[in-house]
Nanobody, 125 residues
Framework: QEQLVESGGGLVQAGESLRLSCAAS????????MGWFRQAPGKEREFVAV????????AYADSVKGRFTISRDNAKNTVFLQMNSLKPEDTAVYYC??????????????????WGQGTQVTVSS
């Protein structure tokens, strides 16, 4: 049974940092493209970042480029999202996901078939 569990969310002030973790079981993160998505109340789930299985290349949404970094620790079977210079507009529930469908691009939520429960990130101004 594949499972992803996010942690590390919380309440911070604008300009501060958080590091999110996504612990995987039942799947090996190095064998999957692994993505981070976020969803604010009343809004659609949006792509944040992805790290590819092949070589570990990364890609980011324009809104977080230069501030967020996705990485993985294969020994811990865990994916991370380092979030720096946080802004109030970053407030959302953050989800990690494993890509299982290749008919969709890596920035599409539809490409990902295994999801975590989400962790809340709130940034105050």
């Amino acid at each position: 049974q594949e499972q992803l569990v996010e942690s590390g969310g919380g309440l911070v002030q604008a300009g501060e940092s958080l590091r999110l973790s996504c612990a995987a079981s039942g799947l090996t993160v190095s064998s999957y493209d692994m993505g981070w998505f976020r969803q604010a109340p009343g809004k659609e789930r949006e792509f944040v970042a992805v790290i590819l299985r092949s070589g570990g290349s990364t890609a980011y949404a324009d809104s977080v480029k230069g501030r967020f970094t996705i990485s993985r620790d294969n020994a811990k079977n865990t994916v991370f999202l380092q979030m720096n210079s946080l802004k109030p507009e970053d407030t959302a529930v953050y989800y990690c996901a494993a890509r299982t469908r290749f008919s969709y691009t890596t920035s599409s939520a539809r490409a990902y078939g295994t999801w975590g429960q989400g962790t809340q990130v709130t940034v105050s101004s």
